[in-house]
């Protein structure tokens, strides 16, 4: 994410126009009311539910890469990590122990681009 990306509501906007969607239509679909669809795309609200939110990237018909871009900048809003990593970061020593180190160590984003390369090169 850099300091361009939308924010979360801005990012739901620009979808739902895509998809030419009104938000009351999106809201609907969603099962949410209206005015908490304006007060999400408007940024009053940040604490969406996973469920709305696994409902909302269904209705978007977001991609991978969209749906990931989805769920930083909710996490972003919410101040939390990201909904679709906890579980993986739990289940896994060895990456709670490699974030615990880049943490201490304050290890820059290009060596994660780095090591995020290598990671694919080996597959």
Avoid at 72 to 84: F, H, N, P, W, Y
């Amino acid at each position: 994410m850099d300091c361009k990306s939308p924010s979360f509501g801005e990012f739901i906007i620009r979808k739902r126009k895509e998809k030419e969607l009104s938000a009351r239509q999106l809201a609907l679909a969603a099962n949410i009311t209206p005015e908490y669809m304006c007060e999400i795309e408007k940024g009053r609200k940040n604490a969406v539910s996973d469920e709305i939110m696994d409902r909302l990237i269904r209705i978007l018909n977001l991609s991978e890469e969209e749906t990931e871009t989805f769920y930083d900048l909710a996490a972003i809003a919410r101040q939390t990590v990201s909904a679709d990593l906890p579980e993986y970061i739990m289940s896994h020593e060895l990456v709670r122990a490699a974030i615990r180190t880049a943490k201490k160590h304050k290890i820059p984003d290009e060596k994660w681009e780095r090591f995020i390369k290598e990671i694919i090169r080996e597959e």
